[in-house]
């Protein structure tokens, strides 16, 4: 046993990546790594918009993640069990099932619940990819007679009103994938023609934090696919045949949702927590009262995006600081925020975007075709066979 322990909260993008470059700076024998998360195999969330379209048992084994393995090559201990809270100045961690663990240093990354209750009559029963079973349960209610009228809509989320700038959604790329998925899978099952597509979000314009090329990109492709797109969407309340808005109501028959993002219920009324959910940080994504507290992912309280991309890079940048802390040797830079999507938009192509336009920056790429298909297949089936310990960016 090592003389000190580092405690990661979460076991997907933001927690995997922080365990793999933990284990590149630190020997079995000078850290132990306890890993603790409520699902005991981890899932790869991208993958889930294939939800549109595959059958139902076809969803989740593609991006299905048991982890014993990859736990026991890299000497972690796994807990599987539910976070209910900390206490910062003792350094502990508090479970449902097990006694508090102690940490050396804490790494948060345990994303955002989902906020179904937000909206008056909205529910994971409306349809929703975030998790597997809810895929799965997505793709079963779209098999036996393919929706008339869908409805793909994402939530707002509930952030900072600091953050600069401000962002309406959560994560808008998975919505924009799967309307376009399923538009194409109608198409090549002959129903297009009879069936309505509608795409809301409540952001100002499609695609917010991507740079104007990718917005332009998307708008020409929805347009021209004949999928309506409603911007600035106010949800009042959902009903089974409804979606009603502040100013109008959408008639709907199916329907998928990225619910609303609220942060991390198990931080509310924690000492580490920004008030409304979210861990403030600064770019090493450290902790501004908390030096032995890193969050990274999608809990960090700022208005970065919320991908699995930024989880990775920021875990690098967390790790990196806290051992070059420690050993006093230089720091890595601070995280600069940038939008990377890789979308499937059917029939074998896909869109590429790496922008930090929205963020300040100058720096915007858009690929279209097969190519952005291709990696994206070849990223999935790589970082679900690795268990998600890819050889990560530099
Ligand atoms: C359908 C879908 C498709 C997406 N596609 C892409 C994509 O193509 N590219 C991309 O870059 N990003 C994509 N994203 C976004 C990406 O998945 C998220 O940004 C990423 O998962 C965030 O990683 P994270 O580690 O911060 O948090 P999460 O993935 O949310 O993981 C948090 C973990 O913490 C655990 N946890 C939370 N609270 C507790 C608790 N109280 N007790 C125990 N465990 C807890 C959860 O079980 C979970 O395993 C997609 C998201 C969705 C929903």
Same mark, same amino acid.
Request: aromatic share 10%; glycine share 10%; proline share 8%.
């Given at each position: 046993?090592?003389?000190?322990?580092?405690?990661?909260?979460?076991? +997907?993008?933001?927690?995997?990546? @922080? @365990?793999?470059?933990?284990?590149?700076?630190?020997?079995?024998?000078?850290?132990?790594?306890?890993?603790?998360? %409520?699902?005991?195999?981890?899932?790869?969330?991208?993958?889930?918009?294939?939800?549109?379209?595959?059958?139902?048992?076809?969803?989740?084994?593609?991006?299905?993640?048991?982890?014993?393995?990859?736990?026991?090559?890299?000497?972690?201990?796994?807990?599987?069990?539910?976070?209910?809270?900390?206490?910062?100045?003792?350094?502990?961690?508090?479970?449902?099932?097990?006694?508090?663990?102690?940490?050396?240093?804490? &790494?948060?990354?345990?994303?955002?619940?989902?906020?179904?209750?937000?909206?008056?009559?909205?529910?994971?029963?409306?349809?929703?990819? !975030?998790?597997?079973?809810?895929?799965?349960?997505?793709?079963?209610?779209?098999?036996?007679?393919?929706?008339? %009228?869908?409805?793909?809509?994402?939530?707002?989320?509930?952030?900072?009103?600091?953050?600069?700038?401000?962002?309406?959604?959560? !994560?808008? !790329?998975?919505?924009?994938?799967?309307?376009?998925?399923?538009?194409?899978?109608? %198409? %090549?099952?002959?129903?297009?023609?009879?069936?309505?597509?509608?795409?809301?979000?409540?952001?100002?314009?499609?695609?917010?934090?991507?740079?104007?090329?990718?917005?332009?990109?998307?708008?020409?492709?929805?347009?021209?696919?004949?999928?309506?797109?409603?911007?600035?969407?106010?949800?009042?309340?959902?009903?089974?045949?409804?979606?009603?808005?502040?100013?109008?109501?959408?008639?709907?028959?199916?329907?998928?949702?990225?619910?609303?993002?609220?942060?991390?219920?198990?931080?509310?009324?924690?000492?580490?927590?920004?008030?409304?959910?979210?861990?403030?940080?600064?770019?090493?994504?450290?902790?501004?009262?908390?030096?032995?507290?890193?969050?990274?992912?999608?809990?960090?309280?700022?208005?970065?995006?919320?991908?699995?991309?930024?989880?990775?890079?920021?875990? +690098?940048?967390?790790?990196?600081?806290?051992?070059?802390?420690?050993?006093?040797?230089?720091?890595?830079?601070?995280?600069?925020?940038?939008?990377?999507?890789?979308?499937?938009?059917?029939?074998?192509?896909?869109? &590429?975007?790496?922008?930090?336009?929205?963020?300040?920056?100058?720096?915007?790429? @858009?690929?279209?075709?097969?190519?952005?298909?291709?990696?994206?297949?070849?990223?999935?089936?790589?970082?679900?066979?690795?268990?998600?310990?890819?050889?990560?960016?530099?």
């Amino acid at each position: 046993m090592a003389t000190r322990q580092a405690v990661v909260l979460g076991a +997907r993008f933001g927690g995997l990546a @922080v @365990v793999t470059w933990l284990r590149r700076v630190y020997s079995p024998q000078t850290l132990d790594i306890v890993v603790i998360d %409520r699902w005991e195999e981890t899932i790869y969330r991208p993958g889930l918009v294939h939800a549109m379209t595959v059958e139902p048992l076809q969803v989740v084994p593609p991006v299905r993640m048991a982890m014993a393995a990859f736990w026991k090559r890299h000497h972690v201990q796994f807990i599987h069990d539910t976070i209910t809270g900390l206490d910062p100045q003792r350094r502990q961690i508090y479970t449902v099932s097990h006694p508090p663990i102690s940490y050396a240093a804490l &790494f948060v990354a345990t994303g955002s619940d989902p906020g179904w209750d937000t909206v008056d009559g909205l529910g994971p029963h409306r349809g929703g990819i !975030c998790e597997g079973y809810l895929a799965r349960q997505t793709a079963s209610n779209l098999t036996p007679r393919p929706p008339r %009228r869908m409805v793909f809509a994402a939530g707002m989320i509930h952030g900072n009103p600091a953050w600069t700038p401000q962002i309406s959604v959560g !994560c808008e !790329c998975p919505l924009l994938e799967s309307a376009l998925l399923w538009e194409d899978r109608l %198409r %090549r099952s002959g129903l297009r023609e009879d069936a309505d597509i509608v795409v809301l979000t409540p952001a100002a314009t499609i695609a917010e934090s991507a740079g104007p090329q990718a917005q332009q990109w998307l708008r020409q492709a929805f347009s021209r696919r004949g999928i309506r797109v409603i911007t600035g969407a106010s949800y009042k309340k959902v009903t089974d045949s409804e979606v009603i808005l502040a100013d109008r109501r959408i008639d709907y028959n199916g329907s998928l949702w990225i619910p609303p993002y609220i942060g991390a219920s198990w931080l509310r009324g924690s000492a580490i927590e920004d008030g409304y959910g979210w861990i403030p940080t600064d770019g090493y994504l450290n902790h501004p009262d908390y030096p032995d507290i890193y969050a990274v992912g999608d809990v960090a309280s700022h208005p970065w995006p919320k991908m699995g991309h930024s989880a990775m890079v920021q875990a +690098r940048i967390a790790v990196r600081h806290w051992y070059g802390v420690q050993t006093h040797r230089p720091l890595p830079r601070p995280y600069h925020p940038e939008l990377l999507w890789a979308m499937d938009t059917g029939g074998g192509r896909g869109l &590429f975007v790496q922008s930090d336009v929205f963020y300040g920056g100058t720096r915007e790429i @858009v690929h279209s075709g097969y190519w952005p298909w291709a990696a994206k297949q070849i990223f999935q089936k790589t970082y679900v066979s690795l268990r998600g310990a890819l050889p990560l960016m530099p």
